[in-house]
């Protein structure tokens, strides 16, 4: 998988969470997969709809009613959603509010060996500077990832690279995700 969509499933925060119930069997309407992901009706519907024009799931045709319609994995969405459920089965419920922001994930897979920010940065390509130093920061808070500072070059130079959770999650995403 690119990591361009990658950095675009990623983009709601409840994709993530409905791929991940769709592959452990959660039937695929929309009251079922919202009571099991926990998310709200307007972030739910959001992240449906943008699932849909990713072209990760499409409707059941045949199946549901025009108010109720099921939903189906595609194939890509098939890969996404086992990388979604591996990702999510390795964090903790109490983590996964920062696995629902933006930048986490990308970040993360694109951590595989430790990195400079300009290399995190280069590897995605729309991510801002802000965006990245709040995502770094973030990630750092929680012990996701080490910050060391290389004081024998000038200027002295961050090196980041994940441990703990995000050591997790980035080897889960190493192989999927190609930059």
Do not use: C
């Not at 992240?47 to 009613?65: A, F, K, T, W």
């Not at 319609?69 to 990388?83: D, Q």
């Not at 390509?125 to 990832?145: F, G, H, N, P, V």
């Amino acid at each position: 998988m690119d990591i361009n969509i990658f950095v675009n499933i990623t983009s709601r925060a409840w994709a993530l969470p409905i791929l991940a119930k769709l592959h452990t069997g959660v039937p695929g309407r929309q009251a079922l997969l919202l009571s099991a992901t926990g998310a709200s009706r307007t972030a739910f519907a959001q992240s449906m709809e943008h699932l849909i024009d990713i072209g990760l799931l499409e409707r059941n045709p045949g199946h549901g009613h025009p108010l109720r319609p099921e939903f189906r994995l595609t194939p890509l969405g098939e890969v996404a959603a086992e990388m979604a459920h591996k990702i999510l089965d390795v964090s903790e419920e109490k983590e996964q509010d920062l696995i629902r922001r933006s930048w986490t994930l990308p970040v993360l897979a694109t951590l595989q060996k430790p990195s400079q920010f300009s290399e995190i940065k280069r590897s995605l390509s729309t991510i801002t500077d802000r965006a990245l130093s709040q995502s770094l920061r973030r990630m750092e808070d929680r012990q996701w990832i080490h910050r060391s500072v290389e004081n024998a070059t000038r200027p002295p130079m961050p090196i980041y690279h994940p441990i703990n959770t995000g050591a997790m999650i980035s080897s889960v995403t190493s192989g999927v995700i190609l930059g």
